[in-house]
């Protein structure tokens, strides 16, 4: 039987197994070790590090923006039913590589979201499109018809919002 004299405190504490403090020694070594590789490593690689000379990416388009108020050049003005409307924004981006141009023309309806689509779908219908998706009221606030004719398409968004609504009409002209 062990004395108990001679058994040092943290052992007597323990139930007779050594204390947490004789284990943490190595294991603060291996951390400390670790970390010392780590930064090691990361040393290394910053010092080594190749310099990456930038990418210039070439662009295969143009874009123009019309000053405020006016349509874009090459924009089908028949795509627009309403008169008087004051127009907001117009661009057009055109496609070296692929002799495509995307007039857009965007404004404020002071019609409601619903006479829009009547109006739209008339004019698409009366000038030959084929409406492959056609607005809806129920996709309120924001619908689109979306048709095509003669290799080209136009695409029309119609926003509800306080202000009335927005129109977005992006065209794709196929040379």
Known sequence: MEDMRTTPLSQEVSGGMPTQGHHMKPLRVFLIILLIILIGWGLFALLNKQPVAPVEEEKDYTSEVAEQGQIIAGFPQELLPEEGVTIGTSA????????????????VSAK????????????????????????????????????????????????????????????????
């Open 92 to 107: 057009k981006l055109t496609y070296t590589n692929r002799n495509e141009q995307l007039p857009t023309v965007e404004y």
């Open 112 to 175: 409601t979201l619903e006479e829009n689509i009547a109006l739209f779908k008339n004019l698409l219908t009366t000038q030959g499109w084929t409406i492959v998706k056609e607005a809806t009221p129920t996709e309120n606030p924001v619908t689109n018809f979306y048709a095509t004719k003669d290799g080209n398409d136009v695409n029309i968004t119609l926003s509800s919002g306080a202000t009335g609504v927005k129109v977005h009409i992006a065209y794709v002209a196929r040379q």
